[in-house]
């Protein structure tokens, strides 16, 4: 949902840096790759540390990743489909380093079990949703639609533990969780319904042969 209404302000936002980019013959892949990394060390070194505020802030300047390397490669007319497949095999680091970060510090300096676990079902749950979208599309269907999609999971989740970090009650970044475990719950129903229907319209493509089943379009 916030991809389709922020999508236009971050493309204005980011594409002077992008163009800036390929004029000095940066690629698109080395953004999605570094901007992967950068997100994978914020979740897997300062959230276990308890720097809850610093590493989102070290995040943040990383995540945008995501959309300029879109960006560039539009700029480049690029059409292959690596690109996309990289980029959403990508985010699936990156989503799992973040909630596992958090939920290794809670379990462990934090002291927080119940964070732990909600952070745990939220990264299982989101997975499901990024999954079922991408093995719809494998099969001809479409499968774009959905309450929390990846820019909420991701906004809500860093934006809470930022300001636990900064001293607010732990018990927001719970209720945030497991609401998003809920959104996630509604995503699935809503994707596998609009499957289920598309199917009994006949509105079916191909299977892919066994073992060919990849993430193809971009991760929501």
């Not at 901007?35 to 300062?46: A, I, K, Q, S």
């Not at 989503?95 to 745990?120: C, H």
């Not at 599309?137 to 820019?151: P, T, Y």
Request: glycine share 12%; hydrophobic share 50%; aromatic share 10%.
């Amino acid at each position: 949902m916030l991809n389709k209404y922020a999508r236009g302000f971050f493309t204005a936002l980011f594409t002077p840096l992008a163009s800036w980019l390929i004029r000095h013959r940066v690629s698109p892949d080395a953004v999605t790759i570094i901007g992967t990394l950068g997100v994978m060390v914020g979740g897997l070194v300062f959230y276990p540390l308890g720097q809850l505020f610093w590493g989102t802030i070290f995040i943040v300047l990383f995540v945008f990743s995501d959309v300029i390397d879109g960006i560039m490669a539009r700029q480049q007319e690029r059409k292959g489909k690596w690109g996309a497949f990289l980029d959403s095999t990508l985010d699936r680091f990156a989503d799992g380093a973040l909630f596992a970060g958090v939920s290794i510090w809670f379990f462990t300096g934090g002291g927080n079990d119940a964070i732990g676990v909600a952070a745990i079902i939220c990264l299982v749950l989101g997975m499901l949703v990024s999954y079922i979208r991408a093995k719809a599309e494998s099969l001809g269907f479409d499968a774009n639609v959905g309450l929390a999609e990846r820019a909420e999971r991701l906004v809500f989740l860093l934006t809470a533990t930022g300001l636990v970090g900064l001293g607010i009650p732990e018990v927001v970044l719970l209720v945030v969780l497991v609401a998003l475990c809920l959104a996630s719950c509604v995503t699935i129903a809503q994707r596998m319904g609009t499957v289920r229907r598309q199917s009994a319209a006949g509105v079916a493509g191909k299977d892919l042969e066994p073992g060919l089943d990849k993430d193809l379009g971009k991760d929501t």
